[in-house]
């Protein structure tokens, strides 16, 4: 008798460990990966379709089209981020995937919304609330001062060093002495998922 009920105990502990590995596979965040071909290197990030699925549609739709290819990191903020993601290189650009600005995906129970701008961080530019196109940054500095109204939708898995090669490029001073466009251009070549 007392060994039918080790036995039990033991297959019970068994079942409840696979319901506990079920639910913790089902709360991992759902990724997908691209590699951003630039001429100073490749940088590969891992997508936050969980956390920001309205974000990465639209940068998969235009990675799509071929948006990116061709595209300039157009500010290099010493220190703080590198920007891309306008075709007209200005920083006033920019399109979507919707025809239209699309709003900000900034749910506080997201683990990217929890994490914020940390260091390799991949976030969408905007000019205020609810007004994201194409345009995104790469953290270059753990930023926790940076107001949470940035959607986040990734982060730099490798190729770091590549984005710290881009910021650290010679740049013409626009907003401030340390903050403005490549003095040489740095050039998206091309954006692939990765498979």
């Not at 080790?6 to 596979?25: A, G, M, Y």
């Not at 300039?72 to 920007?83: G, L, T």
């Not at 002495?177 to 740095?186: A, I, T």
């Amino acid at each position: 008798m007392l060994h039918n009920f080790k036995f039990f105990l033991i297959f019970l502990c068994l079942i409840v460990l696979q319901i506990i590995s079920c639910q913790s596979n089902s709360l991992k965040r759902k990724t997908i990966n691209v590699t951003v071909e630039t001429t100073k290197g490749n940088i590969e990030i891992e997508l936050y379709e969980s956390d920001a699925p309205k974000t990465v549609a639209n940068f998969l739709g235009l990675v799509e089209q071929g948006y990116y290819n061709g595209v300039k990191f157009h500010r290099v903020a010493k220190d703080f981020v590198i920007q891309t993601g306008d075709s007209t290189g200005t920083g006033y650009g920019g399109r979507s995937i919707y025809g239209k600005p699309f709003e900000d995906e900034l749910d506080s129970s997201t683990s990217s919304y929890k994490e914020g701008y940390q260091r390799g961080v991949v976030a969408m530019a905007n000019s205020g609330p609810n007004t994201n196109t194409s345009q995104f940054f790469i953290v270059l500095q753990n930023a926790p001062w940076l107001p949470k109204k940035y959607t986040i939708f990734g982060k730099v898995v490798k190729g770091m060093d590549v984005v710290d090669s881009i910021a650290a490029v010679e740049i013409f001073p626009v907003f401030s002495p340390n903050d403005g466009k490549p003095v040489v251009d740095v050039v998206i070549k091309r954006i692939t998922v990765k498979k």
